[in-house]
């Protein structure tokens, strides 16, 4: 599927060991997993994520 010539690459969900995961970037050379420990954390610290890709993310 394409979009605006970009391929649609959407979050999938699984499952590993018998628990959920979700997967980013499923298909591409470097997909990122995880499950719902992790993505409940990820919620919690998703101000400070933000900050730290604005902080490191600038030109020097």
């Known amino acids: 599927m394409e ?3 970009e391929k649609l ?3 999938q969900v699984g499952e590993y060991k018998g628990n ?3 997967t980013l970037n ?3 050379r470097y ?3 995880f499950g719902l420990a992790k ?3 990820i919620l919690t610290h998703l101000d400070d994520i933000k900050s730290f890709v604005l ?3 600038k030109e020097k």
């Open 20 to 22: 959920p995961i979700l």
């Open 39 to 41: 993505a409940r954390m």
């Open 31 to 33: 997909p990122f997993s």
């Open 3 to 5: 979009e605006n010539g």
């Open 26 to 28: 499923p298909g591409e």
């Open 9 to 11: 690459n959407r979050p």
């Open 55 to 57: 902080q490191y993310s």
